[in-house]
């Protein structure tokens, strides 16, 4: 006769063994290329964002249009307001100015770091270890999340659109939650980064960890809760999940990989503040386009970022002055009015 202990064992493992081998072998990243309904709607949302779209033409580019249309499900004018709440944000939040200096402290542990190595279809990696948080700091987590995945949208290729999560649950305890920093990150991620993860595994994570993702899930859309799988190391099904994604050469070893390194703040330290060099020197060379040269300020008026129900802007009386530093067209120091 089995006793409890076995009973709630033999229980935690047909849970686990039904999160992890639902679909052993991961997903093939979804193309960034638009079909012929997709287009026809990326045209509908830049009119109904111009002249905005014209003003930022990285951010209103084909390509990170149909990453906010695919998160609105094809809703052209869902998608159209999402999208302009997201530039509304990266004017107020500036990620792009966020300097190594600023996050070094929240870097230390290695708590979110991006990967030297990329997966099987060229994907940036970020690696995740929560049980490794070293600050309480609600504003400096979510800001060193953001300069990571700034950092690993720009080590994208440019036919690649998305990236690899590996969130690794060694250390971690209830004792690592944070409700509040677990809601603004699902916010952030969701709100401003739409469609760029391709895959998230959660590695090893202990039977505790099922009380706090029911609490996680109401936070996550249904089309991110479905990129989420649950790999465990003492499961050679479900680790064919990592297998097949990665050369396990290059893998590190809390990850079931072969490779030696792990994470090293010293080197890491060293090739973002390499990485920023570079970037600078870029836009100071003779190489660099005008518009990567200048800073640009911008007035923009509540009018430009809101739909009405008839696709018409709508006038509001009060202005935004921001400055939203490089990366956009114009030459000198300007005063552009994003209205009709």
């Known amino acids: 006769m089995q006793s409890t202990d076995d009973v709630a064992g033999c229980h935690q493992y047909k849970k686990r063994k039904k999160m992890s081998a639902r679909k052993p072998q991961a997903d093939v990243p979804e193309k960034c290329i638009p079909n012929e309904v997709e287009q026809a709607k990326i045209n509908e949302i830049r009119k109904l964002l111009s002249p ?12 990170s249009i149909l990453r906010f249309l695919r998160a609105r499900n094809l809703n052209a004018k869902k998608a159209a307001k999402m999208l302009k709440e997201d530039l509304k944000w990266r004017l107020e939040y500036k990620p792009e100015k966020i300097q190594w200096d ?14 030297n190595y990329r997966d099987l279809y060229g994907r940036t990696v970020l690696v995740m270890r929560p049980g490794f948080q070293n600050t309480k700091s609600v504003e400096g987590q979510i800001k060193y999340l953001v300069h990571c995945m700034e ?15 590996l969130i690794d649950f060694e250390k971690w305890n209830m004792s690592c939650v944070s409700v509040k920093v677990t809601r ?3 916010r952030v991620l969701q709100d401003h980064y739409p469609e760029r993860l391709g895959i998230a595994i959660l590695y090893n994570p202990p039977k505790v960890f099922e009380s706090f993702w029911l609490l996680v899930k109401p936070f996550l859309e249904h089309k991110t809760y479905k990129k989420i799988k649950f790999v465990y190391s003492d499961q050679p099904q479900s680790m064919k999940v ?19 390194e792990g994470f090293d703040y010293e080197a890491y330290a060293k090739r ?45 009386d009060s202005t935004y002055n921001f400055d939203v530093g490089s990366g956009l067209e114009g030459h000198g120091t300007v005063a552009a009015r994003l209205q009709e």
């Open 272 to 316: 973002m503040k390499n990485e920023e060099k570079q970037k600078s020197d870029a836009k100071n060379s003779g190489d660099a386009l005008p518009s990567d040269q200048t800073s640009i300020t911008f007035e923009i008026q509540d009018s430009d970022f809101l739909i009405s129900d008839n696709s018409s802007v709508v006038s509001e």
């Open 184 to 186: 603004e990150t699902a």
């Open 52 to 63: 905005v779209a014209n003003k930022f033409p990285c951010q209103c580019s084909d390509t």
């Open 242 to 260: 990592i297998e097949y994604l990665f050369d396990m050469d290059k893998l590190e070893p809390g990850f079931g990989g072969k490779s030696k």
């Open 102 to 115: 600023d996050i070094a402290q929240e870097a230390e542990t290695g708590k979110i770091y991006r990967a």
């Open 151 to 165: 950092s690993a949208i720009s080590d994208l290729d440019e036919d690649v659109d998305q990236m690899v999560w």
